[in-house]
């Protein structure tokens, strides 16, 4: 079965920092194109950074550019989101996708939530 389960999410204070996982299981993400997105409450989910297979290439969505790392460790089967100095702004539920051609697997989510 394949699963993706999201997790270091919490509340943090402005300017703090979060470390996000994606750990994935029925599946090597080695395979796969690796997204994070976040959707916060009346918005629609939208793509903050992604990730080659090999990790070579990487972006970003302009809003979190300079403050948010993509990473994947393929040993672990796990990719990561580095979030560092928060804004209220960032407070979304964070969700995991890999996809490769027509498919696409997705975790649950983990909440972030940034206090001013």
């Known amino acids: 079965q394949v699963q993706l389960v999201e997790s270091g999410g919490g509340l943090v204070q402005a300017g703090g920092s979060l470390r996000l996982s994606c750990a994935a299981s029925g599946i090597r993400i080695s395979t796969y194109v690796v997204g994070w997105y976040r959707q916060a409450p009346g918005r629609q989910r939208e793509l903050v950074a992604s990730?080659?297979?090999?990790?070579?290439?990487?972006n970003y969505a302009g809003s979190v550019k300079g403050r948010f790392t993509i990473s994947r460790d393929n040993a672990m089967n796990t990719v990561y989101l580095q979030m560092n100095s928060l804004k209220p702004e960032d407070t979304a539920v964070y969700y995991c996708n890999a996809g490769l051609g027509q498919v696409g697997y997705w975790g649950k989510g983990t909440l972030v939530t940034v206090s001013s």
């Open positions: 990730i080659t297979r090999s990790g070579d290439m990487t």
